[in-house]
């Protein structure tokens, strides 16, 4: 006869990193059966979905659960536990904010209520995942994390934090010269706001509100046109991509051939043809 407990812990896996991405502690993706969170607490918020099975925990001294299409959010210095809620046990993701994302006035609120079910965040926090799993998606998970964290704040009662004597059209302007400059190295929305005197989610809404096209997607395209500027100076394409910006010569090409129709390669052999 198996033992459950030793297939419990067979099925149990844990994968954490620290993104560089401002505002995000670390980034936690785990499977669990046999383990029982004891009782402790975060210097962080903790914000996660579950996307297999379900937790019982309790938060202080209030029993809760987690399951399904929702976000749940837990503040910090709040004491809670966790386990499953079958032995089938679950699988989740985690992202542990720092309190300049939500701020600590939202604690109370975030202790009665928890759980948000709003599609829109929902959706939101599984860009921002999708978006940490690409070596050069920084800019672009800093971006969907500003927003989901405004959508998060309003649903907690939050009011919006952004400076009320700075203009969409100025901000916007003046955000694209700043990519212009550094689109290669681009700064983090983080230090954009401290010297545009914004916030991360008014820079976000006020760029792509104004130009038609996300901060993010804005770098990659101008990353794009300085790499075809050296291909065809004959610059190597392992080189070209690294000095345009990229990762490496395949996130170049994935992104070459989705803006320009062909792969950075048959682009550089045309000029030849």
Not at 30 to 54: L, M, N, Q
Request: hydrophobic share 40%; no cysteine; aromatic share 6%.
């Amino acid at each position: 006869m198996y033992d459950r407990r030793v297939l419990d812990i067979a099925r149990e896996w844990v994968r954490a990193w620290k993104p560089q991405v401002p505002g995000i502690h670390e980034v936690f993706h785990a499977s669990f059966a046999a383990h029982a969170y004891p009782p402790h607490t975060h210097d962080a918020w903790t914000v996660f979905i579950v996307d297999r099975g379900a937790v019982r925990y309790d938060l202080e001294s209030r029993h809760r659960g987690a399951a399904g299409r929702r976000i749940t959010i837990l503040p910090p210095h709040v004491t809670h536990d966790g386990r499953a809620a079958a032995t089938t046990g679950y699988r989740k993701r985690v992202l542990y904010l720092g309190e300049e994302v939500l701020g600590e006035r939202l604690i109370g609120r975030a202790v009665d209520h928890p759980d948000i079910e709003d599609p829109a965040v929902v959706r939101g926090f599984d860009a921002v995942h999708r978006a940490l799993r690409d070596p050069d998606g920084t800019l672009e998970a800093e971006s969907r994390l500003a927003i989901v964290a405004e959508r998060i704040r309003r649903r907690l009662g939050g009011v919006r934090d952004d400076p009320p004597d700075v203009t969409g059209d100025a901000l916007a302007a003046s955000l694209r010269a700043l990519l212009d400059d550094r689109s290669v190295d681009p700064p983090t929305l983080a230090e954009a706001g401290v010297l545009l005197h914004a916030s991360p989610s008014q820079l976000v809404r006020t760029f792509t509100g104004t130009f038609g096209i996300a901060p993010h997607r804005y770098v990659v395209g101008r990353r794009i046109e300085t790499a075809r500027r050296l291909l065809l100076d004959g610059v190597p394409l392992a080189r070209a991509a690294v000095d345009a910006g990229f990762h490496d010569q395949a996130h170049l090409t994935r992104h070459f051939r989705r803006h320009v129709g062909v792969t950075p390669g048959r682009y550089v052999s045309s000029a030849r043809g």
